[in-house]
């Protein structure tokens, strides 16, 4: 059963259960629609693959790395479900970059690839907006991937039982397929890329590793709407508007 964080009419915050029938509470359910979803998750950090589908690593000019490419967000970026992500004002590229989310559900360090699954909360859909003006320019991408807003998760964390090991991975905006792949065509795979980043650094329980985007990323425009959709988990939904 998929986890979700929602605020209630009466605003406070809950953990519940996605169903069917909608959000189940205690002994009450939630039309999805008449509240507010939260973050599925409140991360410490998120850290970020970079190239890890060979065919974004072509499009974007780059070599295929021979470990994995890693990088953070902070919290600061994290958004949530039907938000609206307001860009960096005087940009000419921000862009869309679908991903599937892993959950972490315990405090971990040096964690070997064949022990992974077992600090694995779940599975979560993530669009990775990325600032290209900035990041093309700058070595840490402080600018480029940092900024408020530039990681809309959920709607929910997904057990991972439920997240198939081909899922596909899609993206809409404004209705139109613009990104659609599968989990299969990774690089690394979730366990290789704990195991790397475990040898460097302490995992949080409801940290979110963001394992790379496939092919097809492109730009964000005032009054866009997303939307990443993943085998197994649903899809996460929001808007985009311009300072």
């Known amino acids: 059963m998929s986890h979700v964080r929602f605020r209630d009419p009466a605003g406070y915050t809950r953990d519940g259960l996605w169903t069917d029938d909608g959000i189940a509470f ?21 850290v970020c693959v970079g190239l890890n589908y060979a065919d974004h690593a072509e499009e974007s000019g780059m070599e295929i790395p021979d470990r994995p490419l890693l990088f953070l967000k902070p919290p600061n970026s994290v958004a949530g479900h039907g938000d609206t992500i307001t860009l960096p004002a005087g940009k000419e590229r921000v862009e869309y970059e679908a991903e599937l989310g892993v959950v972490i559900g315990q405090q971990c360090r040096n964690v070997a690839a064949e022990n992974a699954e077992a600090v694995i909360d779940g599975y979560t859909c993530v669009n990775d907006i990325s600032n290209r003006d900035d990041q093309m320019v700058e070595q840490n991408w402080i600018r480029g991937k940092a900024f408020d ?16 090991d081909d899922a596909t991975v899609e993206l809409r905006l404004n209705g139109e397929i613009k990104q659609r792949s599968s989990r299969s065509e990774f ?3 979730v366990p290789e890329i704990i195991e790397e980043i475990t040898a460097y650094l ?36 929001h808007d985009v508007t311009t300072e």
Not at 149 to 164: F, M
Not at 217 to 236: N, R, Y
């Open 26 to 46: 205690a002994d009450d359910t939630y039309d999805p629609t008449e509240v507010d979803i939260l973050p599925p998750t409140d991360p410490t950090k998120i």
């Open 149 to 164: 807003g530039s990681a809309p998760i959920g709607p929910v964390v997904a057990p991972p039982e439920a997240v198939p």
């Open 187 to 189: 690089i690394f795979s």
């Open 202 to 237: 302490t995992l949080e329980p409801g940290d979110v590793i963001i394992t790379g985007t496939p092919a097809g990323v492109g730009p964000l425009s005032d009054g866009d709407q997303v939307e990443v959709e993943i085998e197994g988990i649903g899809t996460l939904k």
